[in-house]
Nanobody, 124 residues
Framework: QVQVMESGGGLVQPGGSLRLSCVASGSDIASIAAMRWYRRAPGRAPEEEREWVASIDSRGRTTIANSLKGRFTVARDNAETTVSLQMNSLKPEDTAVYYC?????????????WGQGTPVTVSE
């Protein structure tokens, strides 16, 4: 089992920056193959897919959604199971609940664990 917790959301003005953190814990953290960030904009139904934002795998390789490159970066912090999402030049359309997702590979089975999300509001 893995527990995932996000933090760092809040209200920021357009053009500002925000840094989100995600910490994974639990008995299966050694099996984490990747950690990902997703977001869901306000007004979207819970059953709608979340928008993928960024990923970092166990080797530290990162990928960012094309539309966010140049503004968002993902990195691993000092601990292997702590990742951050640095968001710069924020726009109102970046307003969303941001979710962290941990993917584990164990005995050829993939499992995904989600956090509760942290809200980000970009507004004057």
């Amino acid at each position: 089992q893995v527990q995932v917790m996000e933090s760092g959301g809040g209200l920021v003005q357009p053009g500002g920056s925000l840094r989100l953190s995600c910490v994974a814990s639990g008995s299966d953290i050694a099996s984490i193959a990747a950690m990902r960030w997703y977001r869901r904009a306000p007004g979207r139904a819970p059953e709608e897919e979340r928008e993928w934002v960024a990923s970092i795998d166990s080797r530290g390789r990162t990928t960012i959604a094309n539309s966010l490159k140049g503004r968002f970066t993902v990195a691993r912090d000092n601990a292997e199971t702590t990742v951050s999402l640095q968001m710069n030049s924020l726009k109102p359309e970046d307003t969303a609940v941001y979710y962290c997702n941990a993917v584990t590979w164990k005995s050829s089975n993939e499992k995904q664990y989600w956090g509760q999300g942290t809200p980000v509001t970009v507004s004057e």
